[in-house]
């Protein structure tokens, strides 16, 4: 049952898929941390913008002005829906990785940045890359808990040579769904006079997140996660040191004027937001923004837990089966449980998973190769992970804890050959 009056049904709920008997059965998802399903008030939205399909802040037709208005409007719900402070920028890019190395590309010159080694590659990567502004970057260890976290992070900024700070930090681990310390974080980096940028990407889609009640300086996030279409992310936040930055993307609409021999950059947000915007992309992932606000992120979020807490337990009851955790197995989390069996490398499982059950997981080091690696047992070089969110059901939980467990009993048993990840006959 819907936790509120607020329609959350996802699109494709029902869809039937064959297994490798030939036999139909509905499809279990456990791969919403990859990207999860469109909402259908998403889809009721792109459909009532498409017959207005046209570019946007250029054209001076009616439809061009619809679309204009419609991708404004979206900013102003992506702004409410992660509680953007008045003077705060909304800046629609493509995705998550976007938004980071746009900000990278937008530090002040010589800024020091501090990241810890567990981030995904798209937070982790971005401040050493061509074209990244950082001075200097510090690589921290894994923290052996949330407090060690809040203290490695503070004696590091407080390291750092005079000049502008900043720290870089997941809200929420795609590979074991535990929370990290955010507002803990945002308290030590401004006492140390540093700023803050979380990748919220796997926050948002769970939990509700504001700029303003945390302090949080920069957030970021994709609406591929968020119930939404690929191709549209947000970077939202201060905008002293994006204003002052040179585009990352040069070319149209980022430019207030062009002569012979100079450019002139426009102000926010139009400055990175060059070339012809992903309209669609934007009301898209508003519209996933409007939705989970008014049914209540509170509300969700608990259905969520008590699914997610019916899928520990049932995995953690199979003999064999190790789950992924950095920190205290009691400690908040969202829908994400990485794991292990025994006996069966995780490509394997995770193509018999789909092929004989009909249940989508993800299988790998999950763009994490640090953290992922560092937390696998002896003896596995993958893991699996099984990710939940709207539209998840005790049902699906229920099949997909069968699965394993039955897999797990009969261990390595295979009849078929993998062929580029799947089960050939
Ligand atoms: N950060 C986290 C925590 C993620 O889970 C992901 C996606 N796996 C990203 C960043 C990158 O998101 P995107 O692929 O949409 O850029």
Known sequence: ATPSAVDVGIV?????????TGEQVEYANFDYAASAPCLGAVRRRLEEALPYYASVHRGAGYHSQVSTDAYEAARRSVARFVGARGNDAVLFVRST???LNLLARSVPDGCTVVVFAGEHHAALLPWQHRGAR???????PLPAGPEDAVAAARAALLDAPEGPRLLCVTAASNVTGEIWPVDELTAVAHSAGARIVVDAAQLV???AFSLSRSGVDYVAFSGHKLYAPFGAGVLAGRTDWLRAAVPYLAGGGATASVTEDDVRWNDLPARHEAGSPNVLGAVGLAAACDTLRAAGQELLHAEEQALLDRLRAGLAAIPGVHDLSLWDAGGPRVGIVSFVVDGIAADLLAAALSAEYGIGVRDGLFCAHLLTRELLPPGHAQAVRASLGLGTTAAHVDRLVAAVAELAERGPRWDYELEDGRIAP
């Open 205 to 207: 889609p769970h939990q």
């Open 97 to 99: 990785t976007d938004a």
């Open 134 to 140: 950082a001075g200097r970057v510090v690589r921290l």
């Open 12 to 20: 494709g709920a029902d869809v039937r898929i064959p297994l490798v």
